[in-house]
């Protein structure tokens, strides 16, 4: 079974200010890894995912991930935030060959002038 | 028009009450998804159906009973809502693993349900 451990509850930041969301991850089997972002009273949108290939994935708005299998990481960054990332980020892990995500339980981050 | 549609959006009942939370979508996806939300515990999978004759209990089912009525609609019941119940419910959608074994979700916009 996979879990997702998302450290941070609430990340406050200044705008212009760099940013990292931490996300690990278990699995016995190779898996799949996304970050979603979900605005105020809005439903949730993939930001970026990884799936093979590069560890640096590039994803919506800026923002990109790197997976680090040794450390079982997947972590969200963003070399300056503006105040509409204001949102709170979930991320996620699949197993390959299925299709139930496994949430962790968010960060909410607050970004203020 | 936004392609995974949920009805209600807000919904305010008493415990006991029958509910029934509609999703419908027109993004001809095959599969479809029903989660909670409750603060600090992110999202939780209750149902999920493959296709219409095709629906299978996730991790927090008790409680809940869905019907897959066609291809784009899923709905979600509470027979005997209760406070704990109390959530914002999620439905999602996706297409069969794509090549290379990848399908994204695509979400509703929620619906706020509070059991009194």
């Known amino acids: 079974a996979q879990s997702v451990t998302q450290l941070d509850s609430q990340v406050p930041v200044f705008e212009e200010a760099p940013v990292e969301l931490r996300c690990n991850y278990s699995?016995?089997?190779?898996?799949?890894l996304f970050w979603y972002v979900q605005y105020p009273n809005q439903g949730l949108q993939l930001l970026l995912k990884?799936?093979?290939?590069?560890?640096l994935v590039k994803g919506i708005n800026g923002f990109e991930a790197e997976f680090n299998k040794s450390q079982t990481s997947f972590h969200l960054r963003k070399p300056s935030v503006h105040i509409s990332d204001t949102a709170e980020y979930f991320c996620?892990?699949?197993?390959?060959?299925?299709?139930?995500?496994?949430f962790g339980t968010g960060t909410r981050l607050l970004v203020s002038p | 028009d936004a392609d995974v549609t949920q009805t209600p959006r807000n919904r305010i009942t008493k415990t006991g009450k029958r509910i029934m939370l509609e999703c419908s979508q027109t993004?001809?996806?095959?599969?479809m998804y029903w989660y909670r939300q409750d603060p600090g515990l992110g999202l939780r999978l209750i149902y999920y159906?493959?296709?219409?004759?095709?629906?299978n209990k996730g991790e927090i089912s008790d409680g809940y009973s869905v019907s897959r009525q066609a291809q784009a609609k899923f709905s979600l019941s509470l027979e005997s809502a209760i406070p704990n119940q109390t959530a914002l419910y999620f439905c999602?959608?996706?297409?069969?693993?794509?090549?290379?074994?990848?399908?994204?979700?695509?979400f509703g916009p929620g619906t706020r349900l509070t059991v009194l």
């Open positions: 159906s493959f296709d219409v004759k095709d629906i």
């Open positions: 996620a892990v699949r197993s390959t060959g299925f299709q139930k995500l496994v």
């Open positions: 999602a959608t996706s297409d069969p693993l794509e090549r290379g074994g990848y399908s994204e979700q695509f």
């Open positions: 990884y799936l093979s290939g590069s560890t």
């Open positions: 699995s016995s089997v190779s898996v799949y």
């Open positions: 993004k001809g996806h095959d599969r």
